[in-house]
């Protein structure tokens, strides 16, 4: 049979858990399920390498000549998040180690050392070892490096390792970076508690139980982010050397590793997402995320179809939850939604974890949804195929540097920086159906025509706020703050002002700074709308901007908390607090009409509206429109007037004018 072709639909498969006779029932039941992907390989290294140096493919062959022979393509996984315990007898310093000192066990996973040399070097010899094997495979349509890569470890805050490599390689990184132990000790201001260091050797790992310099936090944090992006680098360039199938990796919902950086090398990018019935919407933040870091199409790797579980199921979602979780990942852009897991495992860790069938091969009470999805696959693929989500020209900063410079540093009580850029930023964003791009510092600013960066306390990171300033005066409308430009590039204030530039920039004095902890601040709108701000309160004495808001309470009294000021032919929007949703939707609404970015259809704020533009067109500001897809979210039916009559993909049904969506709905509207 010919290769699958996009959408993948399918699953995790794990046939190294089973007799190999299994496999005939399993792809009887993935074909009566109706899928056409599934990904295998990834936790394998024991049964590929059972010694070292001794590798078995011959099982894995048979797997992926069988999924193929029925038209079932198959995504590859490099097994290195679990090395075998041969590997962990004879060289222990592969795995890593905790900041109490004590070295991880075999038997888990994500437990080895990123950049313990002895680790990387048989890495590289199984992930060789593997694309001689399957890198010119038809069957095999994609890669995926390891299984999850984040930091992880420590005892507190996921520090990372802390094994005399990994100490090694900071205090190195640090010198080449410093060149000198006093340009080191100038930058972290290390006079204050005596903490001036003679030597790089003098550095100490940043262990749990210490109060350490925030400095020290942040550029510990980051090496080890940074070391799991080289890392996978490493496999990268051995699969682009000898295998000729797009390679990724599968990211998690943390920004605790820069996604930018990491896709620098990788052709693909891959996602997995656990989200429950009540933060679905929270899908919608991180998919506009991995949306926006290719111009290609992603694919879902992982997700749940009826509830999550690792050693306790946990989580049970109603019917239809299935589907409109699938449908999800369609709509945003990705061109696969594979779940985790399709036959429950029958040992091991992860025994009560939601799957398509069960260990015992019993079709799970979700099977049926599960096929209705394929159905609507087959219905709608080729239209999917062939279009692409629109690009609004509207955009939202997320940094990996802000969310270790908050979670070593929270400026304000009960502040959390993930948190506040999905309920804070995000969702009033989402429900006033504008469709944002959620992008990284070190990403193109050209196409958009507003961006909102929001607690971004390091705005000099990887060349932004050059980029920025060019950007602005060529006509962008940027909106910043609360929070932003208030930390170096060493998590140290500025000295000569509370911001780095945006006084400068918003023609601004910053009078006060008072923390939104325990209560919030009164103001009032240029239109006469009272309100209050809400986490962190910048009051400003304008010099040269017009005023959006006045506080109204003391002792901000009368000082401007929202400032605009034309910058050449664009604008800066300066936010002195965060406006409550309300507010922000119709400060964001103002700005966006004003750059011709306008909601993208009159629908209830449980609808996801995505409209999808001709693909050879996406990324054009003025791409003709294909369709929309919608999903309804929160279970409750809702109201989307259409701005022309369409066609459900899913039913053959013709609709136009104001129509309701039914709970967990779905439809794929082409015009
Ligand atoms: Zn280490």
């Not at 394929?374 to 062939?386: H, K, T, V």
């Not at 909106?479 to 601004?508: N, Q, T, Y």
Request: aromatic share 10%.
């Amino acid at each position: 049979m010919a290769t699958a072709q996009p959408p993948y639909f399918g699953a995790a498969y794990y046939p190294e858990d089973w007799p190999l006779d299994q496999i005939d029932t399993d792809i009887d039941l993935m074909k009566q399920a109706g899928m056409n992907c599934m990904r295998i390989g990834e936790f394998a290294w024991s049964r590929m390498e059972p010694e070292e140096g001794r590798y078995d493919f011959g099982w894995l062959h048979t797997v992926t000549d069988k999924l193929g022979a029925a038209g079932i393509a198959i995504i590859l996984g490099t097994p290195t998040c679990t090395p075998p315990s041969w590997l962990y007898q004879r060289y222990p310093e592969c795995i890593a180690v905790r900041d109490d000192g004590v070295r991880l066990e075999h038997g888990a996973r994500r437990h080895a050392c990123p950049n313990s040399p002895a680790y990387r070097d048989h890495c590289r010899r199984i992930v060789t070892a593997m694309a001689t094997e399957f890198g010119q495979d038809s069957n095999v349509v994609g890669w995926q490096i390891d299984n999850e890569l984040y930091v992880v470890h420590g005892l507190e805050d996921h520090r990372g390792c802390f094994c005399d490599e990994c100490v090694g390689k900071f205090r190195s990184l640090l010198q080449e970076r410093f060149g000198t132990i006093e340009a080191l000790n100038a930058a972290w201001g290390t006079d204050l508690w005596s903490q001036t260091y003679q030597s790089f050797e003098h550095i100490p790992p940043p262990r749990s139980g210490t109060w350490h310099h925030p400095s020290l936090l942040t550029a510990w944090s980051l090496f080890q982010a940074d070391s799991y992006v080289d890392f996978a680098d490493d496999q990268a360039d051995i699969l682009h050397r000898m295998a000729s199938q797009p390679v990724g990796t599968d990211m998690m919902p943390t920004l605790g590793l820069d996604y930018h950086k990491m896709h620098r090398k990788l052709d693909v990018v891959q996602y997995n997402h656990y989200n429950l019935p009540e933060n679905l919407w929270q899908c919608g933040f991180w998919m506009d995320m991995v949306g926006s870091l290719k111009d290609a199409p992603w694919w879902n790797i992982e997700t749940s179809t009826c509830w999550n579980g690792s050693t306790a199921a946990n989580g049970y979602r109603e019917p239809g939850f299935c589907r409109v979780n699938s449908w999800l990942a369609y709509a945003l852009g990705g061109e696969a939604n594979l779940y985790w897991l399709w036959r429950a495992h029958w040992s091991g860790q992860e025994l009560m974890h939601g799957a398509v069938v069960s260990a015992q091969g019993r079709p799970l009470h979700i099977f049926g949804e599960v096929q209705e999805i394929s159905r609507g696959l087959s219905a709608a693929g080729e239209w999917l195929n062939n279009t692409r989500p629109a690009r609004s020209g509207l955009a939202m900063h997320v940094s990996t540097v802000a969310w270790w410079t908050f979670a070593h540093q929270a400026m304000v009580k009960g502040f959390g920086y993930i948190d506040a850029m999905m309920h804070r930023v995000y969702k009033p964003i989402m429900q006033a159906q504008l469709r944002p791009q959620v992008i990284h510092p070190a990403q193109p600013l050209d196409g958009y025509r507003l961006i909102c960066s929001p607690f971004l306390p390091v705005l000099d990171e990887q060349g932004l706020r050059d980029h920025l300033r060019e950007w602005i005066e060529a006509g962008g409308t940027w909106i910043v703050g609360p929070l932003s430009d208030i930390r170096d590039e060493h998590a140290a204030k500025f000295r000569h002002a509370p911001f780095g530039v945006l006084e400068d920039w918003a023609g601004v004095h910053c009078r006060y700074e008072i923390p939104g902890d325990p209560r919030d601040f009164g103001l009032c709108w240029a239109d006469g709308q009272t309100s209050t701000g809400s986490i962190w309160y910048d009051g400003f004495e304008p010099r040269d901007c017009d005023v959006l808001a006045t506080y109204t309470e003391n002792p901000l009294e009368g000082l401007a908390a929202v400032v605009s000021r034309k910058l050449g032919k664009g604008r800066i929007v300066m936010l002195g607090t965060m406006p409550v949703a309300a507010d922000w939707q119709r400060l964001l609404l103002d700005q966006a009409r004003s750059v011709d970015i306008a909601p993208v259809a009159e629908a209830s704020t449980n609808l996801l509206v995505v409209p999808r533009v001709d693909k050879a067109q996406a990324g054009a500001p003025d791409a003709q429109t294909r369709g929309l897809i919608v999903v309804e979210l929160e279970n409750r039916s809702g109201t989307i007037g259409l701005p022309q009559s369409a066609t459900d993909l899913l039913t053959g049904r013709k609709h136009s004018g104001s129509i309701e969506v039914a709970p967990y709905g779905v439809m794929v509207l082409a015009h």
